[in-house]
């Protein structure tokens, strides 16, 4: 069984600063852990993925996230926020192997001028 | 990663009839996965399809609702059968792409209206 629970289904920053985007996990076996970004009225776009590789993983955009097998969480940040980056952020667990993808509840950012 | 193309992108149906969903991938893939994505919620997976063999589907999905093709191994479809507006959602699928282990790459999406 897997779960993914998005802390904060609304987050607000202004242009310029931190992104901190919350993501706790529940999975019976090593998960692979993705995030992915979805702009209005369009599909979903891979931003980053940790596959038991490197724990701290670099996307698109210049996001990045930290696998944390201590605390089940894969929170994803970027430094510096850019107007560019508002849209709605989901988090996915996965067992891989062709299984299921299984998804938050979704984050949407907004980024104040 | 694959491309996938589905079709159509959007369209508005009348209530107690059907919309097929098409998707096809520029590569082989094994798995392709059908998702909804309801208004303002996230995507919930309706069933997984696998090339040659009956669609294994989620709890609370049913074929006769949604049944699923899949052909061969670049292309499925999805239907929406006998529609009432709680079907108004998006509808996504979904491959793991074998060029990107543990890489799953989405189409842009059916948006479905039904009035």
């Known amino acids: 069984a897997q779960s993914v629970t998005q802390l904060g289904s609304h987050v607000s920053v202004s242009e310029g600063a931190l992104v901190l985007l919350r993501c706790n996990y529940s999975?019976?076996?090593?998960?692979?852990l993705f995030w992915y970004v979805q702009y209005p009225n369009q599909g979903l776009q891979l931003l980053l993925k940790y596959t038991s590789a490197a724990t701290l993983v670099k996307g698109i955009n210049g996001f990045e996230a930290e696998f944390k097998k201590s605390e089940t969480s894969f929170h994803l940040t970027k430094p510096s926020a850019h107007m560019s980056d508002a849209a709605e952020y989901f988090c996915a667990v996965s067992a891989g192997g062709y299984q299921k993808v299984t998804f938050g509840t979704g984050t949407k950012l907004q980024v104040i001028p | 990663s694959a491309v996938i193309s589905q079709k159509p992108s959007r369209d508005i149906c009348q209530r107690g009839t059907s919309l097929t969903i098409q998707c096809q991938v520029d590569s082989q893939v094994t798995m392709m996965f059908w998702y909804r994505q309801q208004p303002g919620q996230s995507l919930t997976l309706i069933a997984t399809a696998n090339q040659g063999s009956e669609a294994t589907y989620e709890s609370g999905f049913v074929i006769d609702k949604f049944p699923i093709s899949r052909p061969n191994l670049t292309f499925s479809t999805l239907t929406v059968s006998n529609l009432s507006p709680e079907d108004s959602s998006i509808y996504l699928c979904?491959?793991?792409?074998?060029?990107?282990?543990?890489?799953?790459?989405f189409g842009s999406g059916t948006r479905l209206t039904v009035v």
């Open positions: 979904s491959v793991e792409d074998r060029r990107e282990p543990i890489g799953y790459t």
């Open positions: 999975s019976s076996v090593p998960p692979y």
